[in-house]
């Protein structure tokens, strides 16, 4: 049974906006010393990037599926490369050449895909891109991520994609999250899901990337229609609401040098 303090650091790590899973993991670090911590720490970490698929060092995505039996390596079926990974320091490590042929050769489209999804990544993700692609019996895994993260501009933001080809059944299923962060003055945070249920697709590679390019451009018209809604109906409503004080106000200062602040603070 977990402890407490794995329960607390575990739900910390998982609440980390994308790109700045190394900065919480240092500011826990901090706030918990000795050696069993920082276990705790980099099992919490391993645990959410397995589960949710991490992009490493800008090139590598590693997911609970590309573990490789009995060893604290991961593969990269797209490379064929094994490492190890320090996610503290966003790297991989003992980089080394992995067989991976025993796996893909029954996978005729395997290469055709991987170029496929290459192209994929220049034409829809502008900034950071990685993905895998994953044989796992008769299911193939597709991890892909785009991520943006900008703290100069105080930003970071995420697309993370799972797809399931099921070979033999025709079908492809997943799911897609976006999660974004915003902390200019301020602290907003975005997240949405959508789900792709079973889906007839051929086996092959041109069909497999239409199916998901049709499915992420349909969530990506959602999106922006969501955004609109913010927009016009709740942000509005909301401003309707707040005072006009035609001055900026500063969230750092104690919210009872405000009128506002003041009257609720000394009211009995």
Same mark, same amino acid.
């Given at each position: 049974?977990?402890?407490?303090?794995?329960?607390?650091?575990?739900?910390?790590?998982?609440?980390?906006?994308?790109?700045?899973?190394?900065?919480?993991?240092?500011?826990?670090?901090?706030?918990?010393?000795?050696?069993?911590?920082?276990?705790?720490?980099?099992?919490?970490?391993?645990?959410?990037? /397995?589960?949710?698929?991490?992009?490493?060092?800008?090139?590598?995505?590693?997911?609970? #599926?590309? $573990?490789?039996?009995?060893? /604290?390596?991961?593969?990269?079926?797209?490379?064929?490369?094994? %490492?190890?990974?320090?996610?503290?320091?966003?790297?991989?490590?003992?980089?080394?050449? #992995?067989?991976?042929?025993?796996?893909?050769?029954?996978?005729?489209?395997?290469?055709?895909?991987?170029?496929?999804?290459?192209?994929?990544?220049?034409? #829809?993700?502008?900034?950071?891109?990685?993905?895998?692609?994953?044989?796992?019996?008769?299911?193939?895994?597709?991890?892909?991520?785009?991520?943006?993260?900008?703290?100069?501009?105080?930003?970071?933001?995420?697309?993370?994609?799972?797809?399931?080809?099921?070979?033999?059944?025709?079908?492809?299923?997943?799911?897609?999250?976006?999660?974004?962060?915003?902390?200019?003055?301020?602290?907003?945070?975005?997240?949405?899901?959508?789900?792709?249920?079973?889906?007839?697709?051929?086996?092959?590679?041109?069909?497999?990337?239409?199916?998901?390019?049709? %499915?992420?451009?349909?969530?990506?018209?959602?999106?922006?229609? $969501? %955004?609109?809604?913010?927009?016009?109906?709740? %942000?509005?409503?909301?401003? @309707?609401?707040?005072?006009? /004080?035609?001055? $900026?106000?500063?969230?750092?200062?104690?919210?009872?040098?405000? @009128?506002?602040?003041?009257?609720?603070?000394?009211?009995?």
């Amino acid at each position: 049974m977990a402890s407490k303090i794995e329960d607390v650091v575990a739900s910390l790590v998982s609440s980390a906006p994308p790109g700045e899973l190394s900065q919480a993991a240092t500011d826990l670090g901090a706030l918990l010393s000795g050696r069993a911590n920082q276990s705790i720490i980099n099992t919490a970490l391993e645990s959410y990037a /397995t589960e949710e698929g991490a992009i490493v060092a800008g090139n590598y995505v590693i997911s609970k #599926h590309s $573990k490789l039996a009995g060893s /604290t390596k991961y593969i990269d079926y797209v490379s064929g490369k094994a %490492f190890n990974v320090d996610l503290k320091a966003n790297k991989v490590l003992d980089v080394e050449d #992995h067989n991976v042929s025993d796996k893909v050769s029954s996978i005729s489209y395997f290469d055709s895909l991987v170029k496929a999804l290459n192209q994929y990544g220049e034409d #829809h993700f502008p900034s950071l891109y990685a993905f895998n692609v994953i044989p796992d019996g008769s299911d193939l895994h597709i991890i892909i991520v785009g991520q943006r993260v900008n703290p100069d501009n105080f930003y970071t933001g995420q697309w993370r994609s799972h797809y399931v080809v099921s070979q033999g059944k025709d079908t492809i299923n997943g799911d897609v999250s976006l999660d974004i962060h915003y902390y200019e003055d301020g602290n907003v945070r975005l997240t949405f899901g959508e789900k792709l249920k079973d889906t007839t697709v051929s086996e092959n590679a041109s069909a497999i990337v239409n199916a998901i390019d049709e %499915f992420e451009s349909t969530t990506s018209m959602t999106i922006v229609g $969501k %955004f609109e809604e913010l927009n016009q109906k709740s %942000f509005k409503n909301l401003r @309707r609401l707040l005072p006009v /004080t035609r001055s $900026k106000i500063q969230w750092g200062k104690a919210i009872g040098n405000y @009128r506002l602040g003041s009257d609720v603070v000394n009211k009995k």
